[in-house]
């Protein structure tokens, strides 16, 4: 299961054996940014944004965004929550959670009339239950719940630092 198509159908799939791969190839890292690149450009198709420096700028920022997220659940689940047999480094839990963007991908159909928004909202859902699992394999947990709470927390500090430097760059 080493090709990219493979490893983003596996990873949507929330199939666990794919996490693991990806966490232990560290050539993936490429792929890993190109998944969520793709993701990202997905969501501005289903959103409608046409404008080139509007998709450039949302590129960047979901980039920006995954990132810090990735740097507080590391030391949400390595620092305050880990498990007994955690161990993870920025690369690992970086690949995983690259990767649990796939889902995002149908996110490009949200033009579609009428389901579209639908479509959309539940590919944003199954993303962020796929980050759970992504985490949950990244940060070897041998609770989901201790995934759940690692990524919850990361969410709202996240929420936190993004709605902040947003009112205060306003």
């Given at each position: 299961?080493?090709?990219?198509?493979?490893r983003i159908v596996g990873s949507a799939r929330l199939n666990s054996q794919s996490y693991e791969e990806v966490e232990s190839d560290p050539y993936a890292n490429l792929q890993a940014v190109g998944v969520v690149l793709f993701s990202s450009l997905a969501a501005a198709i289903g959103t409608g944004i046409r404008d080139t420096g509007?998709?450039?700028?949302?590129?960047?920022a979901a980039v920006v965004s995954w990132i810090?997220?990735?740097?507080l659940t590391l030391f949400i689940g390595v620092r305050l929550l880990p498990g007994n047999k955690t161990q993870a480094d920025f690369g690992q839990v970086f690949r995983t959670t690259g990767f649990s963007t796939s889902p995002g991908i149908l996110r490009a159909l949200g033009v579609i009339p009428g389901i579209g928004w639908f479509i959309f909202a539940g590919a944003t859902v199954w993303m962020l239950i796929s980050f759970v699992v992504a985490v949950r394999q990244a940060l070897d947990y041998t609770s989901t719940a201790r995934a759940v709470a690692v990524c919850l927390l990361g969410w709202i500090i996240h929420g936190v630092l993004f709605f902040g430097f947003v009112l205060t760059a306003f």
């Open positions: 299961m080493s090709t990219l198509a493979n509007s998709v450039v700028q949302l590129l960047i810090v997220w990735v740097l």
